[in-house]
């Protein structure tokens, strides 16, 4: 069956070389062919559309990153790896607003790109879903991995000092955050609009999955009608989950809830053992400009008074703050990072600037150390409006690393690139034991991985 496939590919890519020989005019063609999956001049195209910023020849580093990824995706079929649909669309809504961002207007963007954004967002998720996909084999392939402390101290001892790996500048932060009260009448309008949809549901005017496409604030589960992967009570927002674990019928919709994100109703899916698969629509609140700027006034007096040595930015932080995370750390801010050698969460106070909020990034850039901010707004992790201000604890600056001061760092870049040679060995491998073929005018190009042309 599979050389069936191979012949029928290597007959079609002909057939068109000669349709293009007979017209001189190539509306698409075959020019590469991994395992028994085409890949097309369209395709290569499309990625260069898409990421118009590609290192080298893109007709032979495009080619060759999809000939990689048809390589990674049938191992995803082997070992059953997919992602789910929200984690694709967070993605998916990053790479649509920096576009936006860059063209100056969606309309911009729909206009370049020839295609309407609905469209665009349609082609970016199946972009993103495979590289998502292409990730996590890498993270199943090398997860055995496992790099010691002796491992890490014989790596780095013979390496010239003036050739270790710098460190960027981190960064210690705390934080103080007020979340503005929510006026009543918005409230109302919330839960009226909850009420509406519901109705509407119950009265089979409109179904609960088109309902949520069109108003959901979801942007994530929105574009599967609503619709979350099967999780677990715990994985839930707690108020969220006991609305949800007391639904039993799949037609029936639950009362409105108030979750840390906002205003739902909620519609059971399947259950499958201890998990729920359900669909929901979230509606958010929108706090006042008054409110804001109040907010913003009342950070400015605590900082102020904090200023003139009333009490302490932790103290304060440990008493007023809104932020549960940082208010029991008395507003210090704390980074979860994984460690690679035994797969246990690292909790560190340390910031690469890169990965702090936008926001408070920002804010922080200029910043002296023990300086306090002016107040500002941002949008907590939640999706709350947040009047926030912060202090600039330490900030170590980049700096060759050390065993002594950044050994987990250390251990992260041996754990990164023994995975790396693991993969290229794989790569390698896979290339052998893989029929490709590259149509010859793709052929003359230094490729990453050279296996791909066979003598």
């Known amino acids: 069956m599979m050389k069936l496939r191979y012949a029928w590919a290597v007959a079609l890519s002909a057939l068109q070389l000669t349709a ?135 790596f780095f001892k013979d390496i010239p000092e003036d050739s270790l790996p710098l460190i960027p500048t981190q960064v210690e932060v705390e934080l103080l955050a007020e979340h503005p009260k929510v006026r009543q009448e918005e409230v109302d309008r919330v839960k009226g609009l909850l009420r509406d949809y519901t109705e509407q549901i119950n009265s089979g005017t409109q179904s609960f999955s088109v309902l949520a496409r069109m108003y959901s604030d979801d942007t994530e589960s929105a574009r599967q009608g609503g619709e979350m992967d099967y999780m677990s009570k715990m994985e839930l927002d707690p108020a969220f989950a006991n609305v949800a674990w007391s639904l039993t019928d799949p037609k029936k919709v639950s009362k409105i809830v108030e979750s840390q994100f906002g205003y739902h109703i909620i519609q059971l899916v399947d259950k499958r053992g201890d998990k729920l698969k359900l669909r929901h629509i979230l509606k958010r609140v929108h706090v006042d400009d008054q409110d804001v700027e109040a907010g913003l006034q009342r950070l400015d007096s605590i900082a102020m008074d904090i200023q003139e040595g009333k009490f302490t930015f932790e103290d304060a932080a440990s008493i007023l703050s809104d932020d549960k995370d940082s208010r029991n750390n008395r507003g210090l801010m704390f980074n979860v990072t994984q460690d690679p050698a035994t797969g246990e969460r690292i909790r560190t106070s340390r910031f690469r600037m890169a990965d702090l909020p936008t926001e408070i990034a920002r804010v922080v850039e200029g910043m002296e150390v023990g300086e306090i901010s002016k107040p500002f707004q941002m949008l907590d992790k939640t999706g709350k409006t947040q009047c926030t201000v912060v202090k600039l604890k330490s900030r170590i600056p980049a700096h060759s690393a050390s065993i002594a001061e950044d050994f987990q760092i250390l251990r992260q870049i041996v754990h990164d690139r023994r995975a790396e040679e693991f993969i290229q060995k794989w790569i390698r491998e896979k290339q052998r034991s893989t029929y490709v073929r590259i149509n010859p005018d793709w052929q003359n190009c230094e490729f990453q991985y050279p296996g791909w042309v066979k003598e």
């Open 20 to 154: 293009a020989a007979q017209l001189n005019n190539v509306i698409d063609e075959v020019v590469w062919i991994v395992g028994d999956a085409a890949i097309f001049r369209s395709d290569v195209e499309k990625v260069r559309q898409q990421m118009p910023r590609v290192t080298g020849n893109p007709y032979c580093t495009i080619p060759e990153n999809l000939a990689l990824q048809k390589l990674f995706l049938h191992q995803a079929k082997i070992d059953s790896i997919d992602v789910p649909a929200e984690t694709v669309n967070r993605y998916v809504e990053m790479y649509i607003n920096e576009w936006v961002q860059t063209a100056g207007s969606k309309e911009k963007l729909e206009e370049y790109r020839g295609m309407t954004l609905s469209q665009i967002r349609e082609e970016t998720f199946d972009m993103v879903h495979d590289n998502q996909v292409m990730s996590e084999v890498r993270k199943s392939l090398t997860k055995d991995i496992k790099v010691t402390p002796a491992e890490v101290r014989h």
